[in-house]
Structures are given as structure tokens and as C-alpha cells.
């Protein structure tokens, strides 16, 4: 028996997913795409959102269609100990390596730096990140409703006031749209496509899907099928504000590179804008709302990892672990955002392929009737690739040559680059796992492993 479910709690969960997956990345980074795509900012907007927006809603549908009980549950198909491995792996990546610390680098640069001198830059950021970072481990330490009410108020108001932004932006540009840059110049999609890895919420989908699957059940729906459905409904609602954001926010990029010049990170477009349109109350108005955001993502961020390596490791306190991760937070927040950015891009170029295949596998594992041969088989020929790819991306990142790499990384790409399709488009993993997926696929059905 289907339990009827209203059109309002499927929007109320729907924007409460939109709340969980919006935080820091969500906002800088179609920015930043827009003023460097330019005029070939379509195919680049629809490379980022495939990403950006496909990818999270097909991580939701994952969890929700596997049964799981939640991500480590879902990896042990592959193996138990590679589980805590990737689950512990994935939560420091969208915790305090690199999310959480982001969050308080986003809230600065929108919010602050534009009323701060250059001089002053260095100082200013390092006391509203302590500022920022020792509220987040207060209200994280000692749960308040003030942080749901909070959440619950900043993203309709997140919302509305973008909206205002970007409707405005449409009617009357700032600037008009300039030429692109490399390497958007001649490969925008597949630039906008690794730019959607930035905003972490594929990996986020596989920790958050858990939330709306309970949320789900609390409404009484217990029937596996209807759970899908409703989960997949939820995740459209969510996934359609993301990216009509998304567009609107990629829009107002292109058309600030006239008047404000490209900036490093996209923090300053959003700010400079507001400034542009509605003065000194528009910047302060869309500063705190931002604060807000990214506080309440924070402390979101940093009592999910807080749980989970407690309920890991139970004899380290859950108060030890916000501890550690919010101080570590606060360090790594001081090296900026654009620091950030540098690190955190070749993890995700090595996370991002395991998560998908996890998915692939979740997707298509009845077929296979769940064989672990076929889970450990294309997770390995995954990690072989996307580990190289982790790599070469954290030298190029880090600016050095291709004749500065070492001897044997050289090596293994000219390899990769020469047999694998696709693999300058950073997708050199996707046909491989494909592969090995139907070959191992008829293997377990043949010797029934």
C-alpha cells in the first residue's frame, strides 16, 4: 500500500536537500566559470551542471535504490575495509580538508574582504576565520535549535535574494560577455564538466541521500518503490534550484569581466556585483546572508564527520573530533581560498571517478546479482586511472611542466593518454570501467560468483 504524499512535503524536503548540497563551492565556482568562459559560456554551463547538478541527484537515487544503510554500507560491496577507507576519505574531503575550511574562505571573501584594505587582508582573515570557526565549534559542541531555525531561514532568504540578483543581471548586465580564456577557448563543455568535481556534491550525495531517505520514511512511506520515487522527486525539486542558480549566477560572471577585470576566485563577482546594483546595503545585506549560509554549513559539516569517526573510532569522543576538525578548519582556512582550491581539485579528480562507479555499480548491480567480483574489478581499473590522473592534476596544479614531472608518471600517462578514450578530457577511466564491468559481469553469471 502507497502512502500519499502532499506537493509541500515534497518541496519541503526538496529545499531542505537544496540547503544541504548549497554551501560555499556552490557560489564561486559558476562564477568564477562565467568570467572565464565567456562567450562559450552555454557549453560550459551545461558541462558544469551534468556535473555540477546530474551527478549529486544520481548519488541521492543511489542510496535510496540500494537499500543501504548508509555510505560505508554501500562500499562494503566493494570490501569491508575499502569502505572505511573511501567513506573516511570522502567525509575529510567534504569536511575539514577542504569544504568546511572553504566555507569560512568564502564567507570572507564575500562577505568581508570588500570592506577591507589590502594591507589588511592577511590579519582580517585570520580573526573572522577564528571568529567564524570558534562558533562553529561552540554551536557544533553543543547542538541548538537556533542552528536549524537558521538553516531553515538562510535558504529561502539565500534564494530570494540571488534570484533578485541574477533577475536584475539578466535585465540590465553589467558589462558585456568577453572572449574566453584557455582552456575554455576550445574545450568548454569538458573545462565546465571537471569544473562541476569543485562543488564536492556528487561525494555529499552519498552522505546526505540517507538524510531525505529518513525523512522520506518519517512522512510513512515503507514500500521500496514509492521510496525511489519520492526520493527522486525531492531530488528534482533540489537539483532544479541548483541549477537554475547555477545558470543565473555563471550569467552574472560573464557579464562582470568587462568592468571588474577576471579575479582568481569567484568570491569577489558576487560581492562586487551586489555593490554594483544596490550600493553599500546590498554588499552588507548579501554579506550576512552569506556568513549565515556558510556558518550553518560549517557547523553542518563539521557535526556529520564529528559522528561519523566517533561512531568509527568510539573511544576518541565525538567532542575530541569536532575539536580537531574545526581547529584544523580554522588552519587551513588562513591559507585562502585559492590555496584551497589548488589542493583540493587533484583529490577530487582522484575521488570523483570511484564515486561515480559506485554509483554505475549501484545502478546495475541486480545484473550481476551483486557479485563482488564485479564491485572489486571496475573500482580497481578505477583507482589505477583516476590515482594517475589525481596525480598528474596536482602537478599542473602546483604549475610544474610536463618535463618536470617524474621519469614514471610520464610514463603512465603517455600510456594512458595513447590507449585510453577520452582521457585528456579527464573521463579516460569511464570506457575501461564499462568494459570490465560486462566482462566480469558474464564471468559471475557463468561461474556463479
Not at 556552490?26 to 547538478?53: D, E, K, R, S
Not at 554549513?297 to 569536532?322: D, Q, R
Not at 590515482?387 to 614531472?405: A, R
Not at 610514463?411 to 590507449?419: E, N, R, S, T
Request: one cysteine or more; aromatic letters at 14%.
Amino acid at each position: 500500500m502507497q502512502t500519499k504524499i502532499s506537493f509541500n512535503s515534497y518541496l519541503l524536503i526538496g529545499v531542505m536537500l537544496f540547503a544541504l548540497f548549497f554551501g560555499a563551492g556552490n557560489l564561486i565556482f559558476p562564477a568564477q566559470l562565467g568570467q572565464y568562459a565567456g562567450t562559450n559560456l552555454w557549453p560550459a554551463v551545461i558541462g558544469f551542471i551534468v556535473t555540477g547538478v546530474g551527478l549529486p541527484f544520481l548519488g541521492i537515487l543511489a542510496i535510496g535504490y540500494s537499500g543501504s544503510r548508509n555510505l560505508q554500507d554501500l562500499a562494503s560491496r566493494v570490501h569491508p575495509i575499502y569502505a572505511i577507507i573511501f567513506t573516511s576519505l570522502l567525509y575529510l574531503t567534504i569536511g575539514p580538508f577542504f569544504a568546511a575550511p572553504r566555507t569560512g574562505a568564502v564567507a570572507f571573501d564575500i562577505g568581508i574582504a570588500t570592506f577591507i584594505p589590502a594591507e589588511s587582508m592577511r590579519i582580517a582573515l585570520f580573526i573572522f576565520t577564528l571568529i567564524f570557526f570558534g562558533v562553529t565549534l561552540w554551536l557544533s559542541l553543543n547542538p541548538a535549535k537556533i542552528v536549524d531555525r537558521v538553516g531553515k531561514f538562510m535558504s529561502p532568504a539565500i534564494i530570494i535574494l540571488l534570484l533578485v540578483l541574477l533577475v536584475i543581471a539578466f535585465i540590465n548586465p553589467i558589462g558585456t560577455i568577453q572572449n574566453p580564456i584557455d582552456p575554455y577557448s576550445t574545450g568548454a563543455f569538458m573545462k565546465g564538466f571537471t569544473e562541476g568535481y569543485n562543488t564536492m556534491d556528487a561525494l555529499a550525495s552519498l552522505v546526505f541521500g540517507i538524510i531525505v531517505i529518513n525523512s522520506i520514511r518519517a512522512l510513512g512511506v515503507t514500500d521500496r518503490a514509492q521510496l525511489v520515487s519520492a526520493t527522486a522527486k525531492t531530488g528534482i525539486i533540489a537539483s532544479g534550484f541548483l541549477a537554475l542558480l547555477y545558470v543565473g549566477i555563471a550569467f552574472l560572471g560573464a557579464t562582470t569581466t568587462e568592468k571588474f577585470g577576471l579575479f582568481d576566485t569567484g568570491g569577489p563577482v558576487l560581492s562586487g556585483a551586489a555593490a554594483h546594483y544596490f550600493g553599500t546595503i546590498g554588499s552588507v545585506l548579501l554579506a550576512v546572508v552569506i556568513i549565515l549560509a556558510c556558518l550553518t554549513t560549517s557547523i553542518g559539516l563539521m557535526t556529520a564527520c564529528g559522528e561519523y569517526f566517533h561512531t568509527l573510532i568510539p573511544s576518541i569522543s565525538y567532542k575530541l573530533f569536532v575539536s580537531i576538525f574545526t581547529i584544523f578548519c580554522f588552519i587551513v582556512s588562513n591559507f585562502g581560498l585559492a590555496k584551497i582550491i589548488t589542493y583540493s581539485i587533484p583529490v577530487l579528480m582522484f575521488l570523483y571517478p570511484l564515486a561515480v562507479v559506485l554509483m554505475l555499480l549501484t545502478f546495475t548491480s541486480k545484473l550481476f546479482n551483486h557479485s563482488r567480483l564485479v564491485y572489486v574489478s571496475a573500482t580497481a581499473v578505477a583507482f589505477a586511472i583516476s590515482t594517475i590522473d589525481g596525480i598528474k592534476t596536482l602537478y599542473g596544479t602546483l604549475n610544474y611542466t610536463e618535463d618536470q614531472w617524474p621519469i614514471w608518471l610520464s610514463a603512465i600517462v603517455d600510456f594512458y593518454d595513447k590507449v585510453l578514450p577520452l582521457y585528456s578530457e579527464g573521463l579516460g577511466w569511464l570506457l575501461p570501467v564499462l568494459i570490465v564491468m560486462v566482462i566480469t559481469t558474464i564471468i559471475a553469471k557463468v561461474f556463479k560468483i
